[in-house]
């Protein structure tokens, strides 16, 4: 007889898995960017090397497409353990600057099979909720583990923050659950309509922008970690709002979500009227809300209208595509060029959601019906 505490069709113990890696994962890649500045690469190197952590998930989620319950359990399983290695190297004092690149990599790729695994998972377990809950479930941890990691780095020090990566990721190994059975496939009712999934690409420049581009600037401008911190908490932590709204909303068109993801995470715009503090917490707070609407309804919507293997190729590539347009080009203009000058990669959000205002696109009509694929 199965142990029910390491299901993963238990709806709280696959909230708790959720956690633990969203735990481990953010809060290590959390001191890359500021590392990075330490080690003294400029905005554009930041940004060339953050898109390390998002290529994969293109490739990963394309290869899963043919994946089996095997491969899905061993992939929930593997990016813990590399996390772990990576934190104890970075506990024994790796400081060699081609050491620390090849980590930020080598983690960056093995994490994208994490999160590809539980994002087929959310569909194959096909629940009303289920993607909305998951993404409150990774997005809730989010918002308390920058104000934390800036207490640390401030007032102790890196190894700090990569002793307690190490902890969460033993725990995380140890206590994440498996899926113990096959799903049964059965035919696709409708395609799936790209217009109503673009907006994971504006969610990803977002997020991209904020932790390759704006994290590395404030840094430079010799504003504290504490600060650092505390900004980015509002970020994540209006994230983790959003996603809790998405759930108990009783707004029922895609379409709405869209335009609303889509302008709320443009918000950074504003930032050209200059590079304030007060400024910074408006963007934050809006783009995150406005991102996390996206994450969760989307990936609902995905998993009601596509088989759950294709539908997570569809979201990862969408949302990478936007993250590698955040940092790499975000990064670019910002170095080359200038601060304001790159903020227009958030123009493409709002052109795209005025022109679904005009154009009244019609909103897709989502099948009741039970597991795909």
């Known amino acids: 007889?199965?142990?029910?505490?390491?299901?993963?069709?238990?709806?709280?113990?696959?909230?708790?898995?959720?956690?633990?890696?969203?735990?481990?994962?953010?809060?290590?890649?959390?001191?890359?960017?500021?590392?990075?500045?330490?080690?003294?690469?400029?905005?554009?190197?930041?940004?060339?090397?953050?898109?390390?952590?998002?290529?994969?998930?293109?490739?990963?989620?394309?290869?899963?497409?043919?994946?089996?319950?095997?491969?899905?359990?061993?992939?929930?399983?593997?990016?813990?353990?590399?996390?772990?290695?990576?934190?104890?190297?970075?506990?024994?004092?790796?400081?060699?600057?081609?050491s620390y690149i090849l980590i930020i990599i080598f983690t960056g790729f093995f994490q994208s099979m994490w999160w590809i695994s539980a994002e087929i998972e959310t569909g194959l377990l096909d629940r009303d909720g289920m993607a909305e809950r998951y993404s409150a479930a990774w997005s809730i941890p989010t918002g308390v583990f920058p104000l934390f990691s800036g207490i640390m780095l401030q007032y102790i020090g890196y190894y700090s923050v990569y002793l307690l990566v190490l902890a969460v990721s033993v725990a995380g190994l140890i206590l994440q659950p498996t899926d113990r059975k096959e799903r049964i496939k059965r035919k696709v009712k409708m395609k799936l309509n790209y217009r109503m999934v673009l907006p994971m690409s504006f969610s990803g420049i977002g997020m991209g922008f904020v932790t390759f581009v704006i994290v590395p600037i404030i840094r430079t401008g010799n504003y504290s970690y504490l600060l650092i911190g505390i900004l980015l908490t509002i970020y994540w932590v209006m994230f983790a709002v959003g996603s809790i709204v998405a759930n108990f909303s009783r707004v029922s068109k895609q379409r709405n979500f869209t335009i609303i993801s889509s302008l709320l995470s443009a918000f950074p715009l504003i930032l050209i009227f200059g590079?304030?503090?007060?400024?910074?917490?408006?963007?934050?707070?809006?783009?995150?809300?406005?991102?996390?609407?996206?994450?969760?309804?989307?990936?609902?919507?995905?998993?009601?209208?596509?088989?759950?293997?294709?539908?997570?190729?569809?979201?990862?590539?969408?949302?990478?595509?936007?993250?590698?347009?955040?940092?790499?080009?975000?990064?670019?203009?910002?170095?080359?060029?200038?601060?304001?000058?790159?903020?227009?990669?958030?123009?493409?959000?709002?052109v795209f959601a005025i022109l679904m205002v005009i154009t009244h696109d019609s909103d897709p009509v989502i099948p009741v019906s039970s597991n795909l694929e």
């Open 275 to 350: 590079f304030t503090v007060p400024l910074l917490i408006a963007a934050l707070a809006v783009s995150g809300f406005g991102s996390s609407v996206g994450f969760s309804k989307i990936l609902s919507y995905i998993n009601k209208t596509e088989s759950p293997r294709n539908g997570v190729f569809y979201y990862e590539s969408f949302f990478s595509f936007g993250f590698i347009t955040g940092t790499f080009l975000g990064g670019f203009l910002a170095y080359f060029v200038s601060l304001k000058v790159s903020l227009i990669v958030f123009i493409p959000a709002i």
């Open 1 to 98: 007889m199965h142990r029910t505490s390491f299901n993963i069709e238990t709806p709280y113990i696959f909230s708790i898995s959720t956690i633990l890696f969203s735990m481990a994962w953010f809060w290590l890649s959390f001191t890359f960017p500021l590392r990075l500045v330490s080690l003294h690469y400029n905005y554009f190197q930041i940004g060339a090397i953050g898109t390390s952590s998002s290529l994969p998930f293109i490739l990963i989620s394309y290869l899963y497409r043919k994946s089996r319950r095997s491969h899905l359990n061993l992939a929930l399983k593997i990016p813990y353990v590399v996390i772990i290695v990576a934190s104890i190297m970075l506990l024994t004092h790796v400081n060699s600057t081609d």
